[in-house]
Protein backbone atom coordinates (compact mmCIF):
# COMPACT_ATOMS: atom_id res chain seq x y z
CA UNK A 1 0.00 0.00 0.00
CA UNK A 2 1.20 3.20 -0.96
CA UNK A 3 2.34 5.60 2.19
CA UNK A 4 0.03 8.43 1.21
CA UNK A 5 -2.83 5.52 1.94
CA UNK A 6 -1.24 5.07 5.45
CA UNK A 7 -3.28 5.51 8.55
CA UNK A 8 -1.93 7.51 11.40
CA UNK A 9 -2.23 6.14 14.85
CA UNK A 10 -2.67 9.26 16.81
CA UNK A 11 -5.24 10.22 14.34
CA UNK A 12 -7.18 6.71 14.68
CA UNK A 13 -6.99 6.74 18.73
CA UNK A 14 -8.22 10.68 18.83
CA UNK A 15 -11.29 9.81 16.48
CA UNK A 16 -12.27 6.77 18.68
CA UNK A 17 -11.89 8.18 21.87
CA UNK A 18 -14.15 10.78 20.89
CA UNK A 19 -16.41 8.68 19.54
CA UNK A 20 -17.10 6.40 22.21
CA UNK A 21 -20.49 8.01 23.66
CA UNK A 22 -21.98 7.79 20.29
CA UNK A 23 -20.66 4.11 18.89
CA UNK A 24 -22.83 1.91 20.27
CA UNK A 25 -25.86 4.02 18.58
CA UNK A 26 -24.21 4.15 14.92
CA UNK A 27 -22.42 0.83 14.76
CA UNK A 28 -24.80 -1.18 13.48
CA UNK A 29 -22.36 -3.13 10.92
CA UNK A 30 -20.13 -3.77 13.57
CA UNK A 31 -22.36 -5.81 15.35
CA UNK A 32 -23.47 -7.29 12.81
CA UNK A 33 -20.20 -8.13 11.73
CA UNK A 34 -19.51 -9.63 15.62
CA UNK A 35 -22.20 -12.22 15.35
CA UNK A 36 -21.41 -13.45 11.56
CA UNK A 37 -17.42 -14.14 13.13
CA UNK A 38 -19.18 -15.73 15.87
CA UNK A 39 -21.01 -17.97 14.17
CA UNK A 40 -17.53 -19.01 12.13
CA UNK A 41 -15.83 -19.51 15.21
CA UNK A 42 -18.54 -21.97 16.24
CA UNK A 43 -17.07 -24.51 13.62
CA UNK A 44 -13.59 -24.52 15.73
CA UNK A 45 -13.08 -27.19 18.45
CA UNK A 46 -11.43 -25.56 21.09
CA UNK A 47 -11.09 -24.81 25.20
CA UNK A 48 -9.63 -21.47 25.41
CA UNK A 49 -7.91 -20.63 29.00
CA UNK A 50 -7.19 -16.92 27.65
CA UNK A 51 -8.87 -14.92 25.41
CA UNK A 52 -7.51 -11.59 23.83
CA UNK A 53 -10.25 -9.59 22.59
CA UNK A 54 -7.70 -7.71 20.16
CA UNK A 55 -9.46 -4.22 19.21
CA UNK A 56 -12.62 -4.67 21.81
CA UNK A 57 -14.09 -1.11 21.21
CA UNK A 58 -16.99 -0.89 23.45
CA UNK A 59 -16.95 -4.55 24.23
CA UNK A 60 -20.02 -6.10 22.26
CA UNK A 61 -18.32 -9.46 21.77
CA UNK A 62 -17.48 -9.93 25.12
CA UNK A 63 -21.07 -11.50 25.89
CA UNK A 64 -21.01 -14.30 22.94
CA UNK A 65 -17.36 -14.99 23.50
CA UNK A 66 -17.91 -15.28 27.28
CA UNK A 67 -21.16 -17.11 27.35
CA UNK A 68 -19.31 -19.85 25.51
CA UNK A 69 -15.93 -20.10 27.04
CA UNK A 70 -17.29 -19.01 30.30
CA UNK A 71 -14.07 -20.82 32.07
CA UNK A 72 -11.64 -18.18 30.45
CA UNK A 73 -9.52 -15.71 31.07
CA UNK A 74 -11.02 -12.60 29.11
CA UNK A 75 -8.89 -9.55 27.92
CA UNK A 76 -9.75 -6.45 26.12
CA UNK A 77 -7.37 -4.67 24.31
CA UNK A 78 -8.49 -1.24 22.22
CA UNK A 79 -6.22 1.62 21.16
CA UNK A 80 -8.58 4.23 22.82
CA UNK A 81 -8.61 4.52 26.19
CA UNK A 82 -12.52 5.39 25.85
CA UNK A 83 -13.62 2.98 23.86
CA UNK A 84 -12.42 0.44 27.06
CA UNK A 85 -13.86 2.66 29.69
CA UNK A 86 -17.61 2.67 27.15
CA UNK A 87 -17.48 -1.24 27.50
CA UNK A 88 -16.77 -1.02 31.45
CA UNK A 89 -19.46 0.85 32.03
CA UNK A 90 -21.74 -1.53 30.77
CA UNK A 91 -20.91 -3.76 33.78
CA UNK A 92 -23.48 -2.94 36.40
CA UNK A 93 -21.82 -1.72 40.02
CA UNK A 94 -23.12 -4.92 41.26
CA UNK A 95 -21.00 -7.19 38.57
CA UNK A 96 -17.75 -5.28 39.10
CA UNK A 97 -17.87 -5.81 42.92
CA UNK A 98 -18.64 -9.57 42.28
CA UNK A 99 -15.96 -9.70 39.79
CA UNK A 100 -13.45 -8.97 42.56
CA UNK A 101 -14.12 -12.94 43.46
CA UNK A 102 -13.81 -14.14 40.03
CA UNK A 103 -10.47 -15.49 38.69
CA UNK A 104 -11.60 -15.08 34.72
CA UNK A 105 -12.78 -11.45 34.97
CA UNK A 106 -12.23 -9.02 32.47
CA UNK A 107 -9.13 -7.39 32.33
CA UNK A 108 -8.66 -3.82 29.84
CA UNK A 109 -5.24 -3.18 28.31
CA UNK A 110 -5.00 0.10 26.26
CA UNK A 111 -2.30 -0.60 23.50
CA UNK A 112 -1.91 -0.91 19.45
CA UNK A 113 -2.57 -4.63 18.38
CA UNK A 114 0.97 -3.96 16.22
CA UNK A 115 2.75 -4.01 19.79
CA UNK A 116 0.99 -6.26 22.25
CA UNK A 117 2.40 -5.76 26.09
CA UNK A 118 1.56 -9.77 26.62
CA UNK A 119 3.71 -12.64 27.40
CA UNK A 120 5.10 -14.71 24.46
CA UNK A 121 2.48 -17.65 24.24
CA UNK A 122 0.17 -16.75 26.86
CA UNK A 123 -2.72 -16.91 24.48
CA UNK A 124 -5.29 -19.69 23.42
CA UNK A 125 -7.70 -17.32 20.99
CA UNK A 126 -7.24 -13.89 19.52
CA UNK A 127 -10.45 -12.75 18.10
CA UNK A 128 -10.16 -9.01 16.22
CA UNK A 129 -13.50 -7.75 14.96
CA UNK A 130 -12.88 -4.87 12.60
CA UNK A 131 -9.99 -3.55 13.39
CA UNK A 132 -6.81 -5.06 11.14
CA UNK A 133 -8.27 -2.52 8.51
CA UNK A 134 -6.43 0.36 10.51
CA UNK A 135 -2.87 -1.19 10.53
CA UNK A 136 -0.84 0.06 7.34
CA UNK A 137 -0.32 -3.21 6.91
CA UNK A 138 -0.56 -6.17 8.42
CA UNK A 139 2.20 -7.94 9.38
CA UNK A 140 3.36 -6.18 12.84
CA UNK A 141 0.08 -7.17 13.73
CA UNK A 142 0.40 -10.88 12.30
CA UNK A 143 3.71 -10.82 14.04
CA UNK A 144 2.85 -10.03 17.49
CA UNK A 145 -0.26 -12.56 17.48
CA UNK A 146 2.02 -15.40 16.39
CA UNK A 147 4.29 -14.37 19.31
CA UNK A 148 1.72 -13.84 21.61
CA UNK A 149 -0.36 -17.31 21.11
CA UNK A 150 -0.15 -20.60 22.72
CA UNK A 151 1.15 -23.65 19.84
CA UNK A 152 -2.53 -24.88 18.59
CA UNK A 153 -3.82 -21.46 19.46
CA UNK A 154 -5.81 -19.78 17.06
CA UNK A 155 -6.67 -16.60 15.32
CA UNK A 156 -10.06 -15.59 14.24
CA UNK A 157 -10.75 -12.08 12.80
CA UNK A 158 -12.85 -9.78 10.70
CA UNK A 159 -11.70 -7.05 8.65
CA UNK A 160 -12.68 -4.94 5.25
CA UNK A 161 -11.48 -5.55 1.66
CA UNK A 162 -10.93 -3.14 -0.59
CA UNK A 163 -14.23 -2.84 -2.08
CA UNK A 164 -15.28 -0.97 1.43
CA UNK A 165 -17.37 2.05 0.59
CA UNK A 166 -16.40 2.15 -2.99
CA UNK A 167 -19.59 4.79 -3.85
CA UNK A 168 -18.37 7.01 -1.32
CA UNK A 169 -14.95 6.60 -3.13
CA UNK A 170 -16.43 7.03 -6.44
CA UNK A 171 -18.46 10.03 -5.53
CA UNK A 172 -14.91 12.04 -4.11
CA UNK A 173 -13.63 11.03 -7.05
CA UNK A 174 -12.56 13.93 -9.57
CA UNK A 175 -12.84 16.61 -6.14
CA UNK A 176 -9.09 17.44 -6.03
CA UNK A 177 -5.25 15.14 -5.73
CA UNK A 178 -6.17 13.80 -2.41
CA UNK A 179 -7.31 10.70 -0.91
CA UNK A 180 -10.80 10.75 0.90
CA UNK A 181 -11.49 7.68 1.22
CA UNK A 182 -9.49 4.88 3.47
CA UNK A 183 -8.14 2.02 1.29
CA UNK A 184 -8.27 -1.58 2.67
CA UNK A 185 -6.11 -4.57 2.17
CA UNK A 186 -7.18 -7.46 -0.21
CA UNK A 187 -8.45 -10.71 0.89
CA UNK A 188 -5.35 -13.00 -0.48
CA UNK A 189 -3.14 -10.94 0.72
CA UNK A 190 -3.86 -10.96 4.12
CA UNK A 191 -3.95 -14.90 3.55
CA UNK A 192 -0.24 -14.85 2.59
CA UNK A 193 0.97 -12.59 5.37
CA UNK A 194 -0.77 -14.94 8.18
CA UNK A 195 1.52 -17.98 6.54
CA UNK A 196 4.59 -15.48 6.28
CA UNK A 197 4.13 -14.92 9.44
CA UNK A 198 4.41 -18.26 10.55
CA UNK A 199 0.44 -18.60 11.04
CA UNK A 200 -0.97 -22.00 9.57
CA UNK A 201 -4.06 -23.41 7.77
CA UNK A 202 -5.69 -20.00 7.15
CA UNK A 203 -8.86 -19.91 5.82
CA UNK A 204 -10.24 -16.91 4.29
CA UNK A 205 -13.71 -15.63 2.93
CA UNK A 206 -15.79 -12.68 2.44
CA UNK A 207 -19.11 -11.56 2.09
CA UNK A 208 -20.45 -8.09 1.07
CA UNK A 209 -23.05 -6.10 2.99
CA UNK A 210 -24.83 -2.87 2.03
CA UNK A 211 -26.09 -0.46 4.59
CA UNK A 212 -28.93 2.01 2.87
CA UNK A 213 -28.94 5.69 3.59
CA UNK A 214 -31.54 8.56 2.96
CA UNK A 215 -28.62 11.04 1.96
CA UNK A 216 -25.10 11.68 1.50
CA UNK A 217 -24.95 13.30 4.33
CA UNK A 218 -26.43 10.13 6.31
CA UNK A 219 -23.76 8.24 5.36
CA UNK A 220 -20.82 10.53 6.56
CA UNK A 221 -22.46 10.89 9.68
CA UNK A 222 -22.26 7.37 10.58
CA UNK A 223 -18.85 7.36 9.61
CA UNK A 224 -18.05 10.15 12.02
CA UNK A 225 -20.59 8.74 14.68
CA UNK A 226 -17.93 5.59 14.81
CA UNK A 227 -14.83 7.26 14.69
CA UNK A 228 -14.14 5.54 11.37
CA UNK A 229 -13.90 9.19 8.95
CA UNK A 230 -10.23 9.17 7.20
CA UNK A 231 -6.89 9.26 9.03
CA UNK A 232 -4.40 8.66 6.05
CA UNK A 233 -1.76 11.31 5.28
CA UNK A 234 -3.14 11.83 2.14
CA UNK A 235 -6.38 13.47 3.27
CA UNK A 236 -6.38 17.32 2.70
CA UNK A 237 -6.09 19.61 5.47
CA UNK A 238 -8.24 22.00 4.85
CA UNK A 239 -12.73 21.33 4.86
CA UNK A 240 -13.90 21.20 1.20
CA UNK A 241 -15.95 24.35 -0.13
CA UNK A 242 -19.96 23.87 -0.88
CA UNK A 243 -19.49 23.88 -4.66
CA UNK A 244 -17.11 20.24 -4.18
CA UNK A 245 -19.34 19.08 -1.68
CA UNK A 246 -22.52 19.49 -4.17
CA UNK A 247 -20.41 17.98 -6.52
CA UNK A 248 -19.88 15.23 -3.73
CA UNK A 249 -23.74 14.51 -3.15
CA UNK A 250 -24.83 15.06 -6.94
CA UNK A 251 -22.07 11.98 -7.80
CA UNK A 252 -23.13 9.96 -5.04
CA UNK A 253 -27.03 10.25 -5.84
CA UNK A 254 -25.87 8.36 -9.23
CA UNK A 255 -26.05 5.01 -6.92
CA UNK A 256 -29.75 5.75 -5.78
CA UNK A 257 -31.79 2.42 -6.04
CA UNK A 258 -35.43 1.96 -4.77
CA UNK A 259 -35.25 5.24 -3.22
CA UNK A 260 -32.13 4.71 -0.99
CA UNK A 261 -28.36 5.56 -1.17
CA UNK A 262 -26.28 2.03 -1.05
CA UNK A 263 -22.98 2.21 1.37
CA UNK A 264 -21.32 -1.00 0.34
CA UNK A 265 -18.76 -2.94 2.97
CA UNK A 266 -16.57 -5.93 1.45
CA UNK A 267 -16.12 -8.22 5.01
CA UNK A 268 -13.20 -10.19 5.02
CA UNK A 269 -13.19 -13.21 7.38
CA UNK A 270 -10.19 -15.43 8.77
CA UNK A 271 -8.82 -17.75 10.36
CA UNK A 272 -5.67 -19.77 11.14
CA UNK A 273 -3.41 -21.37 13.32
CA UNK A 274 0.01 -21.59 15.59
CA UNK A 275 1.43 -24.58 14.47
CA UNK A 276 1.85 -26.50 17.53
CA UNK A 277 6.00 -27.86 17.21
CA UNK A 278 6.94 -31.24 16.21
CA UNK A 279 9.02 -33.47 19.37
CA UNK A 280 12.39 -33.24 17.41
CA UNK A 281 12.19 -29.57 16.07
CA UNK A 282 14.78 -27.15 17.47
CA UNK A 283 13.61 -23.40 18.27
CA UNK A 284 14.76 -22.00 14.88
CA UNK A 285 12.37 -24.19 13.42
CA UNK A 286 15.29 -26.99 12.22
CA UNK A 287 14.75 -30.82 12.53
CA UNK A 288 16.58 -33.49 14.40
CA UNK A 289 16.71 -36.78 12.05
CA UNK A 290 18.02 -39.94 13.74
CA UNK A 291 19.87 -42.51 11.66
CA UNK A 292 20.08 -45.83 13.03
CA UNK A 293 22.48 -48.52 11.47
CA UNK A 294 21.64 -50.97 9.26
CA UNK A 295 21.61 -54.48 10.57
CA UNK A 296 23.38 -56.69 9.01
CA UNK A 297 21.84 -59.48 6.86
CA UNK A 298 23.01 -62.78 8.38
Known sequence: MNETFYNQKDRIRSAFDKAASSYDAAAV??????????????????????????????????????????????????????????????????KQWLSVFDKNKTNSICADIEHIPLADESVDLIWSSLTLQWCNTPDAAFKEFNRILKPGGVIIFATLGPDTLKELRSAFAGIDGHQHVNQFIDMHDLGDALVKHGLTMPVMDMEYITMTYAKVKDVMQDLKHIGASNKMDGRPNGLLGKAAWLKIQAQYEAFRRDGVLPCTYEVVYGHAFKPTPKNNARPDGSQIINFRPRTPLT
Open 29 to 94: LQREVVERLFDRLAVINLAPKVILDAGSGTGHARSFLRQRFSDAQYIELDLALNMLKASQAKTSTL
